[in-house]
T-cell receptor, first 112, second 111 residues
Framework: NAGVTQTPKFQVLKTGQSMTLQCAQD?????MYWYRQDPGMGLRLIYY???????DKGEVPNGYNVSRLNKREFSLRLESAAPSQTSVYFC???????????FGPGTRLLVL | LAKTTQPISMDSYEGQEVNITCSHN???????ITWYQQFPSQGPRFIIQ???TKVTNEVASLFIPADRKSSTLSLPRVSLSDTAVYYC????????????FGAGTRLFVKA
C-alpha cells in the first residue's frame, strides 16, 4: 500500500514549456486534490475532484488544467509554464469530507 | 467555508506546553475544525479534528468553546521534533469537498 504517489519528484522547465504532473492513490479514495506551496507560504488549492468524472477550481486555477483519469489518478498539466509557477506541488486524496487528507511527497518544479 | 485566522509564528522551549489558537468567526452548524501538521519538505499530515468541547488523542488536544468561533490546539511537552507548521481548517459535512489550508502557524521549538 503506497498511499499517494507523485511523479516526477523534481523537474526543471523553461518558460513556455509544458508538462504534466502525475498523481495516483491506492486507497480507493473518492476525492483528490492538487495544491501548490511557495517557499515559506501555506498551501493553496489549485483544483480538486470530488469524485471520478468531476473536477472543480480551487483558489489559484489559472495556468493549470487537470484530468481525473480514473478513480486512482489525477493529473495536473501546465500548458505554458511561467516562472511564477515555480513551487512545490502536492497531491492529496481522501474518502469523505470529514475524513483525513493523505498527501503525496510533492513535486518540486523550477521554471526558468 | 469559514475563514480561519491563526498566528503567523510562535516560539517555545522543549518540555513546554504550546497552545495555538485559531479564529473562525463564521463557522457554520455543519462545520468541523481540523488541524494538520507539516514538516519541511513533506506534505501535511492530520493531527486532530473536533466539533465542540474537547478532543484528545495521543498527539494533541483540541479545545473548542461553546460558541465555536475559535479553537485551541494544545501540544503537551513539545520537543525539537515538533518544530513544524500547524494548519487550522474548517471542513463541512454537507458535501463541500473544497478544502482551504491558509498560511498556518510556524512553531519553532528551541532547546
Amino acid at each position: 500500500n503506497a498511499g499517494v504517489t507523485q511523479t516526477p519528484k523534481f523537474q526543471v522547465l523553461k518558460t513556455g514549456q509544458s508538462m504534466t504532473l502525475q498523481c495516483a492513490q491506492d486507497m480507493n479514495h473518492n476525492s483528490m486534490y492538487w495544491y501548490r506551496q511557495d517557499p515559506g507560504m501555506g498551501l493553496r488549492l489549485i483544483y480538486y475532484s470530488a469524485s471520478e468524472g468531476t473536477t472543480d477550481k480551487g483558489e489559484v486555477p489559472n495556468g493549470y488544467n487537470v484530468s481525473r483519469l480514473n478513480k486512482r489518478e489525477f493529473s495536473l498539466r501546465l500548458e505554458s509554464a511561467a516562472p511564477s509557477q515555480t513551487s512545490v506541488y502536492f497531491c492529496a486524496s481522501r474518502t469523505g469530507v470529514l475524513e483525513t487528507q493523505y498527501f503525496g511527497p510533492g513535486t518540486r518544479l523550477l521554471v526558468l | 467555508l469559514a475563514k480561519t485566522t491563526q498566528p503567523i509564528s510562535m516560539d517555545s522551549y522543549e518540555g513546554q506546553e504550546v497552545n495555538i489558537t485559531c479564529s473562525h468567526n463564521n463557522i457554520a452548524t455543519n462545520d468541523y475544525i481540523t488541524w494538520y501538521q507539516q514538516f519541511p519538505s513533506q506534505g501535511p499530515r492530520f493531527i486532530i479534528q473536533g466539533y465542540k468541547t474537547k478532543v484528545t488523542n495521543e498527539v494533541a488536544s483540541l479545545f473548542i468553546p461553546a460558541d465555536r468561533k475559535s479553537s485551541t490546539l494544545s501540544l503537551p511537552r513539545v520537543s525539537l521534533s515538533d518544530t513544524a507548521v500547524y494548519y487550522c481548517l474548517v471542513v463541512t459535512n454537507t458535501g463541500g469537498f473544497k478544502t482551504i489550508f491558509g498560511a498556518g502557524t510556524r512553531l519553532f521549538v528551541k532547546a
